[in-house]
């Protein structure tokens, strides 16, 4: 069992504890999932787009878009090559083309590449990947934004917007058209979501039960 999923049984257990749920009714509510928490205890690796699923649902924050800016600093960092990295940490060459085009990988993966990570970086090169991923300094040029130049970690595109909530892009894209999504902002022809806006509107899905309406439609019955 990786490292991830040890922190993410116990993050769960102290959810479920404080919130008085069995194990089988987090997993319903967080993921439609009765037996996900079993399967955790049994040493399957979810998917990190699963993972960022359930940590959404506890109000934490979601780990898919921070293991892909750790992933992107460390490449303009070190000068690695991508394909380079893919193979030796992943065991695929297409590994990071992949986590670029938003495919999903096991959080056993994403352990596994971090750790490569760590063992092939100096002690001067992780601070400045931690910088660039804390956002204390300026994102690398060569990031998933490409031509930018630059990541404000105040904003997200849609692909990382859409991963911070555990939605498909396709959906965000949906709500964004019918309204019913977050706020977003519109430079020039791209289309940026603020974090804070994200967190707002994830707040109002929040539920206690099954037959929780929700604060947005409690606030709409006023």
Do not use: Q
């Not at 979601?62 to 193979?87: D, H, Y």
């Not at 934004?145 to 692909?159: Q, S, V």
């Not at 959906?171 to 806006?197: C, I, M, Q, S, W």
Request: charged content about 25%; cysteine-free.
């Amino acid at each position: 069992m990786t490292d991830s999923t040890t922190a993410l049984r116990g993050a769960i257990a102290d959810f479920i504890a404080r919130h008085e749920l069995s194990s089988r009714r987090f997993g319903a509510a967080a993921l439609g999932d009765p037996g996900f928490v079993a399967g955790l205890a049994r040493g399957r690796s979810p998917f990190l787009s699963t993972v960022d699923r359930v940590l959404v649902f506890m109000g934490a924050e979601p780990a898919g878009p921070r293991f892909r800016r750790e992933v992107e600093a460390f490449l303009a960092v070190t000068g690695i090559k991508a394909s380079v990295f893919g193979l030796e940490a992943a065991g695929n060459t297409a590994f990071v083309s992949r986590l670029r085009a938003g495919r999903s990988l096991r959080l056993s993966t994403a352990d596994r590449a971090r750790a490569w990570m760590g063992r092939n970086a100096s002690a001067a090169e992780r601070r400045a990947i931690g910088d660039a991923v804390s956002g204390r300094i300026p994102f690398p040029s060569n990031t998933l934004e490409g031509a930018d130049g630059m990541i404000d970690t105040l904003y997200m595109n849609g692909r990382e917007a859409a991963a911070f909530l555990g939605l498909s892009p396709r959906t965000l894209d949906r709500y964004r058209v019918n309204g019913e999504g977050p706020a977003f902002h519109k430079f020039g022809n791209r289309v940026r979501y603020a974090r804070a806006d994200l967190e707002a509107w994830a707040s109002t899905r929040r539920r206690t039960s099954t037959s929780d309406p929700g604060e947005a439609r409690r606030a709409s019955a006023r």
